[in-house]
């Protein structure tokens, strides 16, 4: 028989999976019959792992962009990280006041980043030098302060 179709006892016993007693609980229940095969642990693992995080929002989907914000006092630069998997000539970026649109990744996906302050597109810049592409963007100023004369009447 082999041993990845034959699957031991204590993987069916395991509290996670089962709300049973965790089957190393007494060491004294390790004997001969208890084969610890290396290639049941690793199958036994990969199972915990993927059953851990079925559902875990918290996990990065594989086709977005990774990126980091950084607020000057002027400009606002976003940095993205391309993973090798996404061609950099093949992205392609629009941008309004308050949003990035960044198209080509894989599977036609296309990624929004909302940004923190509003921003003038018309004189953004994006440059790519691997694996980071990073739009550095003028905020729009909220404008300077003017003295305004009071009239009495």
């Not at 060491?27 to 792992?49: G, M, R, S």
Request: net charge positive; aromatic share 10%.
């Amino acid at each position: 028989m082999n041993s990845r179709s034959k699957r031991p006892e204590w993987l069916s016993k395991d509290s996670f999976f089962n709300n049973s007693s965790f089957p190393f609980k007494d060491l004294n229940d390790l004997n001969e019959d208890f084969q610890l095969d290396p290639t049941v642990i690793e199958d036994y693992v990969k199972d915990t792992i993927r059953q851990a995080t079925v559902g875990n929002e918290m996990l990065p989907n594989p086709y977005t962009l990774r990126y980091e914000t950084f607020d000057t006092h002027n400009f606002l630069v976003v940095k993205c990280y391309v993973p090798k998997r996404v061609h950099p000539e093949n992205l392609w970026i629009k941008l309004n006041r308050t949003q990035i649109k960044i198209h080509g990744l894989p599977k036609d996906q296309s990624q929004t980043i909302v940004l923190p302050v509003p921003i003038l597109p018309a004189q953004s810049i994006a440059t790519y030098k691997q694996p980071t592409l990073q739009i550095k963007m003028p905020k729009m100023s909220t404008g300077r302060f003017r003295d305004i004369n009071i009239r009495f009447l």
